[in-house]
């Protein structure tokens, strides 16, 4: 692939603060690899496989490609009272590796799950954990790795 990848970023925005330190980690790393992005936003954890899903889903009818070459999936799941926690947690990471193995896409995987607002925000800033950051780091090591095996990504 000789242009720089582009990638599709999809935040939830259930934790707005901690979705903001995730996309700002992630977005630095884009950059400074020479990444191009878009971000688009969903409401919770639950639905970043389906907007990615609707992505690849939505391939350009001209070309037959790919808009993304990678995916970014950031956002934040805390455990509450219930076992709403476990559910959400297990269906999304589910949804994501589906999608990667199904479609084979290059996914970095920055959805945090903590059992508390103090875990979630040692993951997320920037200046400790930097998870966002990791995330978009997976998706350029596997968007390099399919280019290893010539499954160009778009």
């Not at 455990?79 to 589910?94: I, K, L, P, Q």
């Not at 945090?112 to 780091?137: H, I, M, S």
């Amino acid at each position: 692939m000789a242009d720089a990848p582009h990638i599709m970023i999809v935040e939830a925005r259930f934790y707005e603060d901690l979705a903001d330190e995730l996309v700002k980690g992630a977005v630095a790393e884009l950059e400074k690899a020479g990444a191009t992005y878009e971000i688009f936003q969903v409401p919770g954890v639950y639905e970043v496989p389906a907007a990615i899903q609707f992505s690849v889903r939505s391939m350009d009818f001209y070309s037959g490609r790919r808009r993304f070459d990678g995916y970014v999936a950031l956002g934040c799941v805390i455990r509450g009272e219930t076992t709403h926690y476990d559910y959400v947690c297990n269906e999304s990471a589910r949804g994501l590796q589906d999608l990667a193995l199904r479609y084979t896409l290059a996914i970095g995987n920055g959805i945090l799950t903590t059992e508390n607002r103090e875990q979630a925000w040692v993951r997320a800033a920037v200046n400790q954990k930097n998870k966002g950051g990791f995330a978009a780091n997976a998706c350029l090591q596997m968007i390099a790795l399919k280019q290893q095996f010539r499954l160009f990504s778009r």
